[in-house]
């Protein structure tokens, strides 16, 4: 089989892609887009490789795939124009900004017949990946209730990420939408669905005034699952940085180490299958994950988790029948209960049902729901915030100056 060709829109997130691609013997960078020149400039060395700042032109250009990694917030367009192309799909954090856009992409999705694969890294990070293979295995018996955190805080590089644009989507992101990073890593392991959601909001801060945000600080999704389970979600912009996961089964407990207790953090696991403790008094036995992935996949970063998405997406485009990626399917169940946790926020903290994507007559009722991330809803729950021009020109000023220096 002769090399695939894959084409990179977005090239600020897309380097790590790029570097996988470069690394790997089953697939070539071709093309890569991006709107600013200067993050074209790295690339325009590679040999056999176009660069592109029109996404008409780059579209046109000859590949077997594309990895999209442009804005959160607009994924789901350029997803559906690439599948209708005949093009495979590899689609950045987040994969829909509203109810309709994911029912267009599940059916666009089925009418091609190629593969999409979700950029869920987290759910590869050593201990992700480590609870996965105990669920599976059945040491920790039936998932009664689990947590995960994604919290981050940007503050410090908020200029970098946002380029000081009033109107860019994480400015105006509702807290509760970048939920993936909290929700996949459970999900992924149990292949349960969320069948409800009841959404939280942390107030807005003097910190997100600081940094130019519109939404809350955080979001918290208290979420039932298929089987009964209950999954606390919770992710945002405090001020420590925390990804962590905790799994209660029928037979016993697993979490991850916390950023403050182990230096190790998402490289360590604690399990505790003594199903029949009955007092305070278990002790857990540390786990260091490792497989044969993961010397390879330490070479780039994101906590060894952005290896993993992009092997098994080029292993499913080959037809590897046993490719552990993350399909359109499970992308939507883990990032409509972010949606629907708002829309409950905003109807007082009522629990709203979750659509489930396979089903035609559910998709059918969610292409009613066109209110989109960036547009129709609100980005703070509690009313508008108004921002001072001198904040957005203060974060520019901060990233021309670091861009002088570099």
């Not at 070479?299 to 990626?325: C, Q, R, T, V």
Request: glycine residues 8%; proline residues 4%; charged residues 25%.
């Amino acid at each position: 089989m002769s090399l695939l060709k894959i084409g990179v829109f977005g090239a600020g997130r897309g380097e790590a892609m790029i570097r996988f691609l470069k690394s790997t013997r089953e697939a070539q960078i071709v093309a890569v887009c991006d709107k600013v020149k200067d993050l074209l400039k790295p690339f325009e060395k590679y040999t056999g490789v176009i660069c592109y700042t029109d996404f008409e032109k780059f579209i046109l250009h000859d590949m077997d795939a594309v990895v999209l990694a442009n804005y959160a917030n607009e994924h789901a367009p350029y997803a559906i124009r690439c599948l209708n192309k005949g093009l495979h799909v590899f689609s950045e954090v987040l994969p829909v900004a509203s109810l309709a856009e994911a029912a267009e992409l599940v059916e666009a999705v089925e009418k091609s017949g190629k593969i999409y694969a979700y950029g869920e890294n987290y759910c590869y990070m050593p201990a992700s990946l480590e609870m996965k293979r105990m669920y599976e295995s059945g040491r920790l018996g039936e998932l009664e209730y689990a947590e995960g955190e994604y919290i981050h805080n940007c503050l410090p590089i908020w200029a970098e990420i946002t380029y000081g644009e009033p109107d860019h989507w994480r400015n105006t992101m509702p807290a509760t939408f970048y939920c993936t990073h909290s929700i996949g890593p459970i999900l992924h392991a149990t292949k349960l669905r969320p069948v409800s959601v009841t959404g939280f909001e942390i107030p807005y801060s003097a910190k997100c005034a600081m940094m130019g945000s519109k939404g809350g600080a955080a979001g918290i999704e208290m979420i039932t699952l298929s089987n009964g389970a209950v999954l606390r979600s919770t992710h945002g912009n405090l001020c420590k940085n925390s990804i962590w996961y905790s799994m209660y089964g029928t037979k016993g407990r697993m979490e991850s180490a916390r950023e403050d207790a182990d230096c190790g953090d998402m490289f360590t696991l604690y399990v505790n299958f003594d199903e029949t403790e009955v007092s305070c008094d278990g002790h857990a036995e540390k786990v260091i994950p490792h497989d044969k992935f993961a010397d390879i996949a330490a070479e780039l970063g994101h906590k060894n988790s952005d290896y993993y998405p992009m092997h098994w997406f080029i292993e499913a485009i080959k037809g590897n029948k046993d490719a552990d990626y993350v399909d359109v399917y499970e992308a939507l169940d883990m990032a409509l209960p972010g949606i629907l946790a708002y829309v409950s926020i905003l109807d007082g903290g009522a629990p709203k049902k979750i659509p489930d994507m396979r089903n035609e007559e559910e998709r059918n009722k969610a292409k009613l729901d066109t209110r989109r991330m960036g547009k129709d809803f609100p980005p703070y729950s509690r009313g508008e915030i108004t921002i001072d021009n001198a904040v957005y020109e203060r974060l520019r000023s901060k990233l021309k100056n670091k861009e002088k220096k570099q």
